[in-house]
């Protein structure tokens, strides 16, 4: 729904900054100072503007790059990935980052999806750049399916061209969604909306950084990294990349000591690992002043271990890729480990310039703590999804964007998930949330992870089956963890079946997604397809 306009008032312009020139801004402001750190490799701020500005001519002379072009990329994280974001918005590109561990044919539906004219591509990657038959691409690292990236910058070296004009709904952005339920959308993220989100976060989950701090990579660049890292671009902040491709909590430590870091972003079950890891005694962690965790709430026992370890440093926030995790925030301030002095369970209250509100299926507010469909607007809800009408009617409600996940509010305006709408499921008539029975099976000491999920019953419709992981290979048996649970619930949200994983399967972001989990339960044979 549009706002009512002043009578006889016309906007003059809607005119905003090229999100390029915030590297370009920073290097006139702290161009020799380290901007980026890879191993043992470091550019200055200067020379990243330089070299994304020689790839942004690249884009423009060699393959013809005009506005409103898409450029897919399928890279791991590296400076040229990052470099190479500023250098598409340079020339009004629209920068469509893939998950790097989806398959040629995930890879190539997105470049269909999006309409990508261009691909990104690390060398390693030659099936995913043959699967998408993009009319240019570039490699990154030496290749035979295409010019290679560095070639490119050198024989450039020297230009800048200069940013294109950009309003505050032109394209920047398309951020696929996870595509739990079905395809991945492409939500459409633009440079106004971005630069809202960029102080957002400067605002809401590190507030005092300066070109002093230093910020750790700790998922990849593709997504909410991604956007965490614009942040760190915009207040002069070296952004530093572990060396190795696999995840490894001990390097993660070391370079939180070496580098004196002081935020970083990931997800829950990064910083349970990271938490458990022995590497965490050994290194001095003294620096660190914002860890962010996002994607899904912490579990409350891994909450606690967290807050113990690292004292108080734990930032959430809560919100989707269409809203570019601008919904709610809990500060360190508001996470203990003492039960008596914790909101158990909230996610936090809403997001500096956003209003959040819960909602009844006919759009009305719920009263605090009754549960209902998150809602949201504010300048960081994203333009909607891109060549798809009928999930822009589904999603937005009287100019409310309709997340999807179901939740309630208490009277502070503190909002708790209690999951998403479709992982509810029905039995006997009853609505059961996974999310609840999750954190009660994760209070036992031997459950490492869980993941509660309906499954069909002739009887009750649906029931509930728990897929554990144990503690260091503890030993657990059903029966025993359904009696000791049985005390701690309402009967009829008890999980009929219990089955025990040596490991849990993890999306390319590390989040447990019960699509995964549900495929991996049909794959096993323990449920019918």
């Known amino acids: 729904m549009n706002a009512t306009p002043w009578p006889n008032m016309t906007p003059v312009s809607d005119r905003v900054m090229n999100l390029s020139q915030l590297l370009g801004e920073t290097a006139r402001r702290h161009g020799a100072a380290v901007g980026f750190v890879w191993g043992e490799a470091r550019w200055s701020f200067r020379e990243m503007e330089a070299r994304s500005a020689a790839f942004a001519q690249a884009l423009l002379h060699e393959f013809g790059v005009r506005p409103g072009d898409r450029l897919l990329v399928q890279s791991a994280n590296c400076n040229q990935m990052f470099e190479a974001m500023f250098a598409c918005w340079r020339v009004g590109a629209v920068w469509v980052p893939?998950?790097?561990?989806?398959?040629?044919?995930?890879?190539?539906?997105?470049?269909?999806?999006?309409?990508?004219?261009?691909?990104?591509?690390?060398?390693?990657?030659?099936?995913?750049?043959?699967?998408?038959?993009?009319?240019?691409?570039?490699?990154?690292?030496?290749?035979?399916?295409?010019?290679?990236?560095?070639?490119?910058?050198?024989?450039?070296?020297?230009?800048?061209?200069?940013?294109?004009?950009?309003?505050?709904?032109?394209?920047?952005?398309?951020?696929?969604?996870?595509?739990?339920?079905?395809?991945?959308?492409?939500?459409?993220?633009?440079?106004?909306?971005?630069?809202?989100?960029?102080?957002?976060?400067?605002?809401?989950?590190?507030?005092?950084?300066?070109?002093?701090?230093?910020?750790?990579?700790?998922?990849?660049?593709?997504?909410?990294?991604?956007?965490?890292?614009?942040?760190?671009?915009?207040?002069?902040?070296?952004?530093?990349?572990?060396?190795?491709?696999?995840?490894?909590?001990?390097?993660?430590?070391?370079?939180?000591?070496?580098?004196?870091?002081?935020?970083?972003?990931?997800?829950?079950?990064?910083?349970?690992?990271?938490?458990?890891?022995?590497?965490?005694?050994?290194?001095?962690?003294?620096?660190?002043?914002?860890?962010?965790?996002?994607?899904?709430?912490?579990?409350?026992?891994?909450?606690?271990r967290a807050i113990e370890a690292l004292g108080p440093v734990l930032v959430q926030y809560f919100g989707l890729g269409e809203v570019t995790g601008n919904i709610t925030v809990l500060p360190p301030a508001h996470h203990h480990a003492d039960d008596g002095a914790m909101r158990i369970g909230t996610c936090g209250f809403a997001r500096t310039g956003m209003q959040v509100q819960v909602q009844n299926a006919a759009g009305r507010a719920c009263a605090p703590h009754e549960t209902g469909e998150i809602a949201v607007i504010g300048p960081a809800v994203f333009a909607g999804y891109f060549d798809n009408p009928e999930a822009n009617v589904k999603s937005f409600r009287d100019g409310w964007f309709l997340t999807g996940d179901l939740g309630y509010m208490d009277e502070e305006g503190f909002l708790y998930l209690t999951g998403r709408a479709s992982d509810m499921y029905i039995s006997g008539g009853s609505n059961i949330h996974p999310r609840e029975i999750e954190e009660k099976i994760l209070m036992h000491p031997d459950i490492s992870e869980v993941a509660v999920l309906g499954v069909p019953d002739p009887v009750w419709g649906e029931v509930g089956l728990a897929v554990c992981v144990t503690r260091g290979g503890a030993g657990c048996d059903e029966a025993a963890l359904l009696a000791w649970l049985a005390t701690r619930i309402a009967r009829y949200k008890l999980p009929r079946r219990v089955v025990f994983w040596d490991r849990m399967p993890k999306s390319g972001y590390g989040k447990i997604t019960k699509k995964m989990i549900r495929e991996a339960l049909v794959a096993r044979g323990e449920i019918a397809p």
């Open 98 to 304: 893939a998950n790097f561990r989806q398959s040629p044919e995930e890879v190539a539906w997105l470049a269909r999806a999006s309409g990508a004219r261009g691909l990104i591509c690390g060398a390693g990657f030659a099936d995913h750049a043959a699967a998408c038959e993009a009319e240019f691409t570039v490699a990154i690292g030496t290749a035979q399916f295409a010019p290679d990236y560095e070639a490119l910058v050198a024989r450039h070296a020297g230009h800048a061209p200069t940013p294109v004009a950009v309003g505050r709904d032109t394209p920047a952005w398309f951020f696929f969604t996870s595509g739990t339920t079905g395809r991945p959308k492409a939500a459409v993220l633009t440079h106004g909306q971005l630069a809202f989100v960029i102080n957002n976060h400067l605002c809401d989950l590190m507030p005092g950084t300066t070109e002093a701090d230093a910020s750790l990579v700790v998922a990849p660049l593709s997504h909410g990294a991604g956007i965490h890292q614009l942040s760190q671009v915009a207040r002069g902040v070296k952004t530093i990349l572990p060396a190795g491709e696999t995840f490894d909590p001990e390097e993660i430590w070391r370079l939180v000591a070496k580098w004196r870091v002081t935020n970083a972003f990931t997800v829950p079950t990064i910083v349970k690992m990271l938490v458990e890891h022995p590497a965490i005694a050994a290194h001095d962690h003294s620096s660190l002043r914002h860890l962010v965790y996002a994607g899904a709430p912490m579990y409350r026992a891994d909450q606690i």
